[in-house]
């Protein structure tokens, strides 16, 4: 009966907000535990469908629950609000409701607001907007190996928690929808670029892709192998064994025994042996090149070839990353879990890992990327002739900047000339200089200068802007 007078107040609302319970963080496999709404500020209400301690009482089943709130969650015409509503999409999608009307999203105002603060989250938000202390997760669940699931969490404490949640984010959403409301072109950018990309990103996470677990197995054993190979070489050099993944036992041996001078140091004064500072001294002495390719290794198969056949959904068979519109501040999507934003491409092995992603028998996969935008944007500002040229003639904006710096024809543009003119390209327009552009090619500053000299005396309209 409460149920029923629920849905009939849900029908009858233009806006109310959902909250999903669950016993997992992966959206793709979380068991669903129970359901909170909130249509009005004050009044909000916790179904549980799947709670399991010792005594706890009858609940509804998921069935009876579904069967009542699917007609109002898949009515376009109800709109929805939650906080990173994208979670609570995929597992009721995956519990038989397809949820449709989401209109509005907490976690979106406040990113598109204020993108500049580093968190979005409910507790954070209800603190910062509303200046009211949320029950935390932790309260009800405790934390570290004391944990428990949500689903053995006493009823009374359970509801206190969740319809806390429909409420809170009801509320945040009255603030900070006024908010945006007040700048006409920030609300532009939440209406019709935020929104609209949750259910695409929605789409994109169910959908998953397919990896190759056999050949990423296969790059894992191949790793292994010139790790092995790799350290065997170190210790002849070295004359001795030691680790190769300890900072402390590397340090004594490059600084103390080799006295390698120490170039980077750490925060406490001591000789550091972190990649810039093994990059530093490279140059000096076999080892260090040799700990940073050990190293590199050990980091691929770590990350990616033994971890992500382990991430492969069950149910699935495929990878399913989670994308953040609300991770970055420049508005870029981050992804986690894999992150599969940062698979390294300069590298062999990183392109053989990029090989194990395929696309399912009868498809391919297609990429697709901005052309150069932010040089196309300052051709435009600056208006100057030879970029501009390149850019209407359809040209390789790096070919003909390789060619242009180092004097010779496009087609005599090799691979590595070409990654240099794209280094000092994009360096240039966010103010590197000859020392940042060095350091980043790993060329002498003599030659990182002659670099920016030669681009600017091709481009002189950029050098002015």
């Known amino acids: 009966e409460q149920l029923a007078m629920w849905v009939k107040k849900l029908e009858t609302s233009s806006l109310f907000c959902f909250d999903t319970e669950t016993d997992s963080l992966d959206s793709m496999q979380a068991g669903l535990v129970g359901i909170s709404l909130c249509s009005e500020i004050g009044h909000a209400a916790y179904i549980p469908v799947a709670?399991?301690?010792?005594?706890?009482?009858?609940?509804?089943?998921?069935?009876?629950?579904?069967?009542?709130?699917?007609?109002v969650l898949e009515n376009p015409a109800i709109h929805k609000v939650g906080q990173h509503g994208k979670y609570d999409l995929h597992v009721l999608r995956r519990h038989g409701i397809n949820v449709l009307g989401y209109t509005e999203d907490t976690m979106l105002e406040s990113f598109v607001f204020n993108a500049g603060i580093s968190r979005h989250d409910m507790d954070t938000l209800a603190q910062k907007y509303l200046g009211y202390t949320t029950i935390k997760f932790e309260d009800v669940c405790g934390k570290g190996a004391k944990q428990i699931s949500f689903a053995d969490v006493d009823l009374e404490n359970a509801t206190a928690y969740a319809a806390e949640d429909a409420d809170i984010t009801l509320r945040l959403h009255q603030v900070l929808s006024e908010k945006l409301k007040a700048t006409p072109s920030l609300e532009k950018v939440y209406r019709e670029i935020e929104m609209p990309l949750v259910p695409v990103l929605t789409r994109m996470e169910a959908n998953g892709i397919l990896i190759d677990a056999v050949e990423l197995k296969r790059q894992s054993a191949d790793l292994t192998q010139r790790m092995h190979d790799t350290q065997q070489r170190s210790f002849e050099i070295a004359g001795r064994s030691f680790n190769l993944d300890s900072p402390k036992q590397v340090g004594a041996l490059l600084f103390d025994e080799l006295k390698l001078p120490a170039m980077v140091k750490t925060p406490t004064g001591a000789p550091s042996t972190n990649e810039e500072a093994l990059e530093a001294i490279a140059d000096q002495h076999e080892l260090p090149r040799l700990i940073l390719d050990y190293r590199g290794m050990a980091k691929l198969r770590s990350t990616y070839t033994e971890k992500l056949p382990e991430m492969i959904n069950p149910q699935t068979g495929r990878v399913h990353t989670s994308?953040?519109?609300?991770?970055?501040?420049?508005?870029?999507?981050?992804?986690?879990?894999?992150?599969?934003?940062?698979?390294?491409?300069?590298?062999?092995?990183?392109?053989?890992?990029?090989?194990?992603?395929?696309?399912?028998?009868?498809?391919?996969?297609v990429a697709c990327d901005y052309s150069q935008i932010e040089l196309r944007i300052v051709a435009s500002i600056s208006g100057d002739p030879n970029m501009c040229e390149a850019f209407n003639l359809g040209k390789d904006i790096h070919t003909a900047t390789a060619a242009k710096v180092y004097g010779i024809e496009e087609s005599e543009v090799t691979k590595e000339m070409r990654y240099k003119a794209k280094s000092v390209n994009f360096g240039i327009i966010y103010g590197q200089g000859a020392f940042g552009l060095a350091d980043n090619l790993n060329i002498p500053r003599a030659e990182a200068k002659q670099l920016i000299d030669n681009y600017f005396a091709q481009y002189t309209s950029i050098k002015t802007y």
């Open 51 to 71: 709670h399991r301690y010792p005594g706890v009482p009858t609940q509804l089943s998921w069935e009876e629950v579904s069967a009542a709130l699917k007609p």
């Open 323 to 365: 994308y953040h519109q609300a991770g970055a501040a420049t508005g870029r999507l981050s992804s986690n879990d894999p992150n599969l934003q940062n698979i390294p491409i300069r590298s062999e092995d990183g392109r053989r890992i990029r090989k194990a992603f395929i696309a399912p028998p009868g498809r391919i996969l």
